[in-house]
């Protein structure tokens, strides 16, 4: 069985820090692209950034190039996005998911975790 389980939202200043991490387990994580995903309220989800099976590739959204960072750790099956100078319109609840393919259109797998809140406010 797939999970995907976030943490390390929170609620952060403007140009504030954190980082998110995505435990995942059910399946073989270092054969697949991981991506990070945001939702913010209203909106359909959107890809953050994605980075391939052996850390080789990165690829970003515009609106978070030069300030986040993707990242993984295969022997700990985990991702993390690294996000700093945060602004108001980072806000929303972020979510991990598999790729089968770097290009892939549509995540590997149907079921998502919870996610984790990110809000940036003063």
């Known amino acids: 069985q797939v999970q995907l389980v976030e943490s390390g939202g929170g609620l952060v200043q403007p140009g504030g820090s954190l980082r998110l991490s995505c435990a995942a387990s059910?399946?073989?994580?270092?054969?697949?692209?991981m991506r990070w995903y945001r939702q913010a309220p209203g909106k359909e989800r959107e890809l953050v950034a994605r980075i391939s099976s052996t850390s080789i590739s990165t690829n970003y959204a515009d609106s978070v190039k030069g300030r986040v960072t993707i990242s993984r750790d295969n022997a700990k099956k985990t991702v993390y996005l690294q996000m700093n100078s945060l602004k108001p319109e980072d806000t929303a609840v972020y979510y991990c998911?598999?790729?089968?393919?770097?290009?892939?259109?549509?995540?590997?797998?149907?079921?998502w975790g919870q996610g984790t809140q990110v809000t940036v406010s003063s």
């Open positions: 998911n598999a790729a089968a393919s770097w290009g892939a259109r549509e995540p590997a797998f149907g079921s």
């Open positions: 059910g399946f073989t994580f270092s054969r697949y692209s």
